[in-house]
């Protein structure tokens, strides 16, 4: 079965760090961009960021930029999003997707096209 698996969410304190993994299996990443997505109770799913299928292309949107960092290991098949200074507004459920490209809209993440995605891990960021 092809699935990607969204690992590493929980309960973080504002200011708190905490790293999100992306594993596949059925089928190898390296091939594959990944992007990341977020969606908070009432909200529309918002792009986060995106990484290239070697790693040396990364985006980000401009509500994380400089907190974020997406990296990936290729030989274990995963991705990962570290995100530090977190505050309540990155509360919600992350997931990833993976498509051959990051796809953009008039400059903006979209979350359509991507062929795979994740379940979903909940972040919640609350003291």
């Known amino acids: 079965q092809l699935q990607l698996v969204e690992s590493g969410g929980g309960l973080v304190q504002p200011g708190g760090s905490l790293t999100l993994s992306c594993s596949a299996s059925?089928?190898?990443?390296?091939?594959?961009?990944v992007g990341w997505f977020r969606q908070a109770p009432g909200k529309e799913r918002e792009g986060v960021g995106c990484?290239?299928?070697?790693?040396?292309?990364?985006d980000y949107a401009d509500s994380v930029k400089g907190r974020f960092t997406l990296s990936r290991d290729n030989a274990k098949n995963t991705v990962f999003l570290h995100m530090s200074s977190l505050n309540s507004e990155d509360t919600g459920v992350y997931y990833c997707?993976?498509?051959?490209?990051?796809?953009?809209?008039?400059?903006?993440?979209?979350?359509?096209?991507?062929?795979?995605w994740g379940q979903g891990t909940q972040v919640t960021v609350s003291s």
């Open positions: 990484i290239g299928s070697s790693g040396d292309y990364t």
């Open positions: 997707a993976a498509d051959p490209i990051c796809h953009y809209f008039r400059g903006s993440f979209i979350y359509k096209n991507y062929d795979y």
């Open positions: 059925g089928f190898t990443l390296d091939s594959y961009a």
